[in-house]
């Protein structure tokens, strides 16, 4: 099997982060045992993995991790549907501000209240509530810990990447200032509610972040920044921007890891097998890595196509299907996304997903249309 010929294939953020979680496992198999899993490679061309109605769905989440306020909060959820049928994979970036009824709380809840419950039950529970908004089976999930990337990206030697945009993001939330007062009491939190920003009733939780337009080396630390900004100035403020931020970045960790001073490097390989293997969960079985593998290889040229859950752009006259509603006790006091038809009403979401999983490019109407039901 040519490794370097199969991971310059695939070009595209989903595929990229699966192989890293099948390049966890690879390596897990170095050290545990390589020979069964390359007779099933090599020889059995069947592909055995848990799907529903020919397509096979994966939620993919990344958190802070331990050191950080809310470490199991996950601040990037992205929905991945694959089609092998008309080789297609289709990405849903969630806003991790939606507010689910069911949890009493954002849908970036879910995976650390399952954890707080009972370890193991984070995948569940996370996977659970996607599954009910969408109305779509969720098959497989991976969650990855944000810390562990950065020390991953800085075992590479950093990633080098072309930034499209100059932004500035004067909101960027400061680890472990999530929920500081800033001076303020509690029995201030309902005047502080009419605050035109974030920024402006709790200033000590955010720090101006800055990139310039055109080539770019960043560290593991500046990588996550450039990732997780969801507040800049201008076109780089949108989550349409963030989704295609992910992939760039995750294209330049792929290709980073599979180029020869990683790949020759035998103590570069060991440290991030061991750094991967600590920040990743999931619930793919060690046995279905086989099929994972031949699965991205039949997806080598897939049609992949994006979609973001947000809330539009009035000024531009783009519609969402999401609204910002008053901050209230109704949301904790909290700023949160509902959907524009009312909270807890997913109906037009679902129709929404559904045609974007079946056809693509799917035109969001200005006026919401939903059944009745």
């Known amino acids: ?14 595929l990229g982060l699966l192989i890293v979680a099948v390049l966890i496992v690879w390596l897990g ?29 994966i939620l993919l989440l990344g958190i802070g991790g331990q050191g950080h306020d809310g470490p199991n909060l996950t601040d990037t959820i992205i929905f991945a549907s694959i089609d092998p049928g008309k080789n297609k994979v289709t990405l849903v970036s969630i806003p991790r501000d939606l507010w689910v009824p069911d949890l009493n709380d954002k849908v970036n809840t879910a995976y650390s209240f399952g954890e707080s419950k009972r370890a193991g039950s984070g995948l569940l529970l996370a996977k659970s ?24 990206v800085d075992l590479v030697g950093g990633l ?37 920003s974030q920024l402006e009733a709790f200033p000590c939780r955010y720090m101006t972040i800055h990139f310039d337009k055109g080539p770019a080396h960043l560290d593991g630390k ?10 800049a100035e201008g076109d780089e403020g949108t989550d349409f921007a963030r989704s295609a931020r992910q992939e760039k970045i995750i294209k330049a960790f792929k290709d980073k890891v599979l180029s020869p001073t990683t790949i020759f490097n035998p103590f570069r390989i060991v440290s991030l097998y061991s750094t991967l293997k600590a920040n990743i969960d999931t619930d793919i079985a060690p046995t ?5 593998v031949r699965l991205a290889q039949s997806l080598k040229e897939a049609k992949i196509q994006s ?6 752009d009035d ?17 904790n006091f909290g700023w949160v996304l509902i959907p524009r038809t009312g909270n807890g009403n997913f109906s037009e979401i679902q129709q929404y997903i559904n045609c974007e999983i079946e056809s693509g490019n799917c035109p969001i109407s200005k006026v919401p249309k939903i059944n009745s039901k």
Not at 179 to 195: I, Q, R, S, V
Request: aromatic share 12%.
């Open 1 to 14: 099997m040519n490794f370097r010929k199969y991971w310059r294939t695939h070009k595209k953020g989903i």
């Open 222 to 231: 500046t990588a996550l920044e450039f990732v997780r900004s969801r507040h």
């Open 29 to 57: 198999f170095i050290k545990t045992g390589l020979f069964p899993f390359l007779f099933q490679l090599t020889f059995n061309r069947d592909i055995s993995l848990r799907h529903s109605d020919d397509r096979i769905n």
């Open 307 to 312: 979609a973001v859950l947000d809330y539009g």
């Open 129 to 152: 509530a996607i599954s009910k908004i969408f109305n779509q089976p969720v098959d497989y999930a991976v969650r990855l810990n944000f810390e562990g990337f950065v020390e991953a």
């Open 160 to 196: 080098d990447i072309n930034v499209d945009r100059t932004f500035n993001d004067h909101e960027y939330p400061i680890d472990g200032k999530e929920n500081d007062l800033c001076g303020n009491k509690e029995e201030d939190l309902p005047k502080l509610a009419t605050a035109s």
């Open 315 to 331: 000024i531009r006259g783009i519609p969402g299907l999401l609204s910002n509603p008053p901050i209230s006790s109704d949301y």
């Open 288 to 292: 279905e890595m086989d099929d994972f």
